[in-house]
């Protein structure tokens, strides 16, 4: 059961139960255009949120990057610049 639950993306996945749940509950066009697009925009922002939160640590400065004269690329380049 679970190789068949795994076989397709979370979008399919989702979209297809939402169809499901749209035939079940017999939902008319107005209702089942308000539950998808409620669920794709729920959707959209879980993964905004999740992409936002793992880039995080990636956007701050690292420290040799942040102070003049640190070892690293921008310190050559000040001590090499100096030299001149």
Request: aromatic letters at 8%; glycine letters at 6%.
């Amino acid at each position: 059961m679970a190789a068949y639950f795994w076989n397709a993306n979370a979008i399919s996945q989702a979209n297809q139960t939402m169809q499901n749940v749209i035939t079940g509950h017999n939902l008319d066009l107005v209702d089942a255009a308000h539950l998808i697009a409620m669920s794709e925009l729920t959707m959209s922002d879980a993964g905004i949120a999740c992409f936002d939160s793992k880039t995080f640590p990636w956007v701050t400065p690292r420290f040799s990057s942040a102070v003049r004269g640190a070892p690293g690329e921008a310190g050559r380049r000040s001590a090499a610049a100096r030299r001149r």
